[in-house]
């Protein structure tokens, strides 16, 4: 619980540990007295046990040490320690926890009264001169952290002091935008100094200067959150003196660039934050791409032995019988989890099954607390023997989430799994509609008819077997679709990689030089030689795809080749790796004027027509440019690393051209952080402006003027760039939407 409650010497390490079991903390909180030896039914307990050593032999070894937080002690100018109202976000996160000290409950420490005003101080103990890394994760958790105080507690203010919003992650931007325009979060642009606090009413005092009137500002506030930043994990020294692998200067595993899972010590890999700074998301395409790397060193293991992730911990042997239906008329029971307050503060939970209890078939309504938690569980189970339900209908969060947990359950109660049908009441009531109750409750009494309808004409669904196509389908032959091609393969099976194109590479062919150093042009050598020479991979290049149809582990396609005939191929996975692309853009004199180009034009001049920027006097960068047309909100991610790598090589090669950046937020997550200082340290300037202040780029006599004005000093900026530099927005490659329905993926 972070330090925020005292526990006992018998306790879980999380509350809801896998596995879920007690461990005993020999410290200070035990006071040796064997009572929980003596009354252990399986005598489990062993508190004389002492640690020991043992030796397995393992053929390859995979990192995932994680990481630890700053500890805010370290930084006394923000009160952490002394002021009671001064919590750091790990804190927080178990305050507004259902599992946590106050249950759910944000009541400011001090008093244990809802905080009216609460402000989140962003970048504490990262990008700064001893720690100058981006933490990745700080941005977004703590707009997640605002946006759920402001759903639990009416009229709370909810203000977030950051540098650059970095909301960089797939469907983050647009999340960072509701949590604005919905929910009504401030984002003030300032990094805070210190704190004071008022010691008659334990407020806490900020001064910042004002975005409008440039004054300095002091507010009060209830709370202020710590957005600690990330840190290796502790012992990382220890470990990497015992294997014999590399660290980086900050700490953490030293990787290569092109070969981000592996060490430096053969046979050992790496994955998630320990790598780097990264979210949830990636830490797992982290962890199956690491696995994915064991297992092409082990593919004359593979298919050895039997897996699932149906049941995990399970085998049939450990379900009762199950219960024979036929000819039974339908038993319904309508279980609702409550998940105070994002389901229930929204929807009326009882009025719901009340109203439930009048639908067809229905024998039986009833409330649970926390469906998803033990005690849940095993109430559902409860319910379905006492009622003598034959199917169930569980109304409460994602089935891609909770299907599976939901379906165990109701087999352990001897049901068969698929006699089970999941209502989102959360995702498709309470959360599209968390202002209107009303509205909320009807849709959800409308989802929950709609649901019962379904369970009443379920019927048993057994699985077989079937031998699947060992063969795997690439879709793209870019350098994301040529990895996975060399993954499988390497691994024993045979791919198909197709390539619409002439040549294999993709976008990697327009990259000639990267920040780090590193040579993209040997990667894309290394990748189509491998490629090319490979038994188990057939390459067909101009070839598109016509037809698509099956199932799992058994579809079968038809190929379009450049001379127009057909081939058909059966295979047993599909993997889409059709990338992106640059957006062009009618503005901004893109096309109109030849001294506006985009920034892959400008790495192709960078690497291939040096003389023409050996003479430029001024070059102007606009970021976060995309076509007018477009409405959809998102980062392309890549952009201002792309921006800032150019700028670099621009500055190294044309030390006194003046290079401006015109910027809405600077992404340089993770340790890309040290280049956007290494580019002002060359002279590089960023300006910053936004929506309401876009840059006015003019042609006057063939010359190129751009307009824009600077927030900080309210002042009109006018540049006479030599080039105009712009960059893109990355759009889906053509032909995206057609090969998503024929494949029949959402997009």
Excluded at 401 to 421: C, D, I, P, W
Aim: hydrophobic letters at 35%.
């Amino acid at each position: 619980q972070e330090n925020l409650v005292t526990r006992n010497a018998v306790h879980k390490s999380a509350p809801r540990t896998l596995p879920d079991t007690y461990y005993i903390d020999k410290g200070d909180y035990c006071e040796g007295c064997n009572r929980c030896a003596d009354v252990c039914p399986t005598n489990a307990i062993n508190l004389n046990e002492e640690p020991w050593e043992e030796t397995i032999q393992v053929g390859a070894i995979i990192l995932a040490m994680g990481y630890t937080l700053t500890d805010p002690l370290e930084l006394g100018e923000f009160g952490y320690g002394r002021y009671l109202n001064v919590v750091h976000s790990m804190q927080y996160e178990r305050y507004v926890s259902r599992s946590g000290p106050t249950e759910g409950l944000l009541l400011r420490p001090s008093d244990n009264t809802p905080p009216k005003r609460i402000a989140w101080l962003q970048c504490i103990g990262s990008r700064d001169q001893k720690h100058p890394y981006c933490s990745s994760i700080c941005c977004m958790y703590a707009t997640k952290e605002a946006v759920l105080a402001k759903e639990r507690l009416a009229g709370v203010h909810c203000q977030i002091f950051i540098m650059d919003e970095r909301a960089f992650n797939k469907e983050y931007n647009a999340y960072f935008h509701r949590s604005t325009s919905q929910y009504g979060v401030e984002y003030t642009r300032c990094r805070i100094s210190d704190i004071q606090e008022d010691p008659k009413t334990k407020d806490l005092i900020v001064q910042y200067p004002d975005p409008e009137s440039g004054q300095i500002k002091e507010d009060h506030f209830d709370m202020v959150v710590l957005s600690v930043g990330v840190r290796p994990p502790s012992g990382a020294s220890i470990v990497s003196n015992q294997l014999g692998f590399d660290l980086n200067q900050y700490g953490f595993c030293q990787t290569d660039k092109f070969n981000p899972l592996e060490t430096s010590q053969p046979g050992i890999y790496v994955c998630g934050a320990f790598s780097s700074p990264k979210e949830i998301a990636e830490t797992i395409i982290d962890s199956a791409g690491a696995a994915g790397d064991v297992m092409r060193m082990f593919q004359n293991k593979l298919g050895s032995s039997f897996s699932t992730r149906e049941y995990p911990f399970l085998t049939d042997q450990d379900f009762p019988p199950e219960i024979d239906i036929q000819g039974q008329d339908p038993r319904i029971g309508v279980l609702s989890c409550r998940f105070y307050p994002t389901m229930e503060g929204i929807i009326d939970i009882d009025s719901l099954l009340e109203k439930s209890a009048g639908f067809p078939h229905v024998v039986h309504t009833e409330n649970i607390e926390y469906g998803c938690f033990p005690e849940g569980l095993q109430q559902i189970k409860d319910s379905i023997k006492k009622h003598k339900l034959n199917r169930v209908v569980v109304a409460a969060c994602s089935h891609r989430t909770h299907e599976s947990l939901f379906q165990k359950t109701v087999r352990e109660a001897g049901l068969n799994s698929y006699l089970m049908e999941m209502v989102n009441l959360r995702g498709f009531a309470a959360w599209v509609h968390p202002h209107q109750a009303e509205l909320a409750s009807r849709k959800g009494l409308e989802l929950v008819r709609v649901g019962v309808g379904r369970a009443a004409e379920l019927e048993p669904i057994y699985k077989s077997s079937i031998p699947p196509h060992s063969r795997a389908l690439v879709i793209g032959g870019g350098v994301s679709g040529m990895t996975a091609a060399l993954s499988i393969a390497d691994s024993g099976y045979d791919v198909v990689l197709l390539e619409r194109g002439e040549y294999l590479g993709g976008n990697l062919q327009k990259v000639h030089f990267l920040v780090e150093g590193d040579n993209p042009n040997k990667l894309l050598r290394d990748l189509v030689n491998s490629i090319i020479v490979h038994e188990h991979i057939t390459v067909m290049t101009r070839t598109e795809i016509l037809n698509h149809d099956g199932h799992v582990g058994a579809y079968h396609a038809t190929l379009q080749h450049h001379d127009g005939s057909l081939s058909e191929i059966s295979h047993g996975v599909t993997i889409v790796a059709t990338g992106g692309q640059e957006s062009r853009v009618t503005h901004y004199l893109l096309g109109e004027h030849p001294a506006s180009i985009t920034q892959l034009e400008l790495e192709d001049k960078l690497a291939h027509h040096i003389d023409e920027v050996t003479d430029l006097k001024q070059v102007v960068m606009i970021q976060c440019v995309k076509p007018e047309e477009e409405t959809y909100e998102y980062c392309s991610r890549i952009c201002c690393i792309s921006t800032i790598k150019n700028a670099i090589r621009l500055k190294t090669i044309n030390p006194d051209c003046q290079v401006t950046v015109l910027y809405k937020d600077i992404i340089t997550y993770g340790f890309r952080e040290q280049y956007y200082t290494k580019a002002r340290e060359r002279g590089v300037v960023f300006v910053r402006y936004d929506d309401n202040h876009l840059p006015i780029v003019e042609s006057n006599n063939g010359n190129i003027i751009v307009t824009l004005t600077e927030q900080m000093l309210d002042r009109e900026m006018i540049l006479h760039p030599d080039l105009l530099v712009l960059s893109t927005s990355i759009q889906p490659s053509s032909g995206t939407k057609e090969l998503a329905k024929l494949l029949k993926v959402p997009i």
